[in-house]
């Protein structure tokens, strides 16, 4: 298994440690429980992000950017749909 490989696997499990922690947080019974969980959430977030950056540098992780107009549309289309 190459670097890139091992760096996409890690990626994927703190994205997948985000997702429980997040649910945590929103879910939590107490402020103790909550802060705990929100906590953890926050330090998971920052190692994906670390993560993906490192990944981004060596050419990994690659984004586009997205087109003006396509992002009008969507923007067009979730408004008319919340307004309604």
């Known amino acids: 298994?190459?670097?890139k490989c091992l760096m996409e696997g890690?990626?994927?499990?703190e994205k997948g440690g985000?997702?429980?922690y997040m649910h945590?947080?929103?879910?939590s019974?107490?402020?103790?429980?909550?802060?705990?969980f929100d906590s953890a959430l926050q330090e998971s977030l920052n190692?994906?992000?670390?993560?993906?950056s490192d990944m981004e540098k060596?050419?990994?992780?690659?984004?586009?950017?997205?087109?003006?107009?396509k992002i009008d549309?969507?923007?067009?289309?979730?408004?008319?749909t919340v307004m309604a």
Request: a negative charge.
């Open 24 to 27: 945590g947080t929103i879910e």
């Open 58 to 69: 060596k050419g990994w992780y690659s984004t586009e950017n997205a087109e003006q107009q």
């Open 73 to 80: 549309s969507v923007k067009t289309k979730f408004s008319s």
């Open 10 to 13: 890690l990626l994927l499990l």
């Open 47 to 52: 190692m994906q992000d670390s993560i993906y």
């Open 1 to 3: 298994m190459d670097d």
């Open 18 to 20: 985000c997702d429980l």
């Open 29 to 36: 019974p107490t402020g103790n429980v909550h802060r705990a």
